[in-house]
Every structure is written in C-alpha cells, then in structure tokens.
C-alpha cells in the first residue's frame, strides 16, 4: 500500500479553485498563512479547523487528512489489543462487552459495515 500525505488540504483547495487566502477567510483567519503550514505539513490544525475544512470541501476529515488518519487509527489499534490483554488478565475488569469492542477497534472492524 502506498504511504499517503499526512493531508489533502492543498489538493482540494485547488479542486475548488480557491486561493489560501480565501480559504483562511472561510476558516476565520486573516491570512493564508495558517493555511500554507496547514498545507506544507508544518502545523497540525486543531479539531475545529479540521471540521471547518470539512464542510468547505464536502470531504470527510478522514480523508482530507488520510496519513494523519491512518497513523492514529494504526496506534489505536496498537493501544486497543495492549488493553483487551491487560483486562483479560484481570477478570474481575474484563466485561464481555468491552473485551468485544476493544477486539474490533484492535482489528480494524469496528468502522466496516
């Protein structure tokens, strides 16, 4: 699999043809200069931001920042198996349910429909 950008946003900033300017005004900014970090991968935009450029492109923040994603996503699932081991452990603290859950998220499952 090919690794992907930590994000998208200049992708489909073009796309809509729009400048960095104009996308800073939309995300409440005074400069496209927030923006160009967002771009070249020199900042990490906080949650709100990233929702923003969300419902300016219509593409989901998933996609919009797919490397980014996809590392998060990978360590979760790292943390999840860690945890359903610990807990499985300790039966006192391993309720079914849980252990199910963890066991998806550390498999990748749970998201598949």
């Known amino acids: 699999m090919a690794r992907r950008l930590p994000n998208y946003l200049r992708t489909y900033r073009k796309r809509a043809g729009l400048s960095q300017d104009e996308v ?27 929702l923003a450029y969300e419902a300016i492109s219509g593409v989901p923040a998933r996609e919009l920042f797919a490397g980014m994603y996809e590392e998060i996503e990978a360590e979760t699932r790292k943390r999840a198996g860690v945890l359903a081991r610990k807990l499985a452990a300790v039966p006192a603290s391993a309720d079914k349910r849980k252990l199910e859950l963890l066991h998806k998220v550390a498999s990748g499952s749970l998201c598949e429909a």
């Open 24 to 50: 800073a005004f939309l995300l409440g900014y005074q400069s496209g200069t927030r923006v160009s970090r967002y771009e070249c991968f020199g900042r990490q935009p906080e949650l709100e931001t990233a």
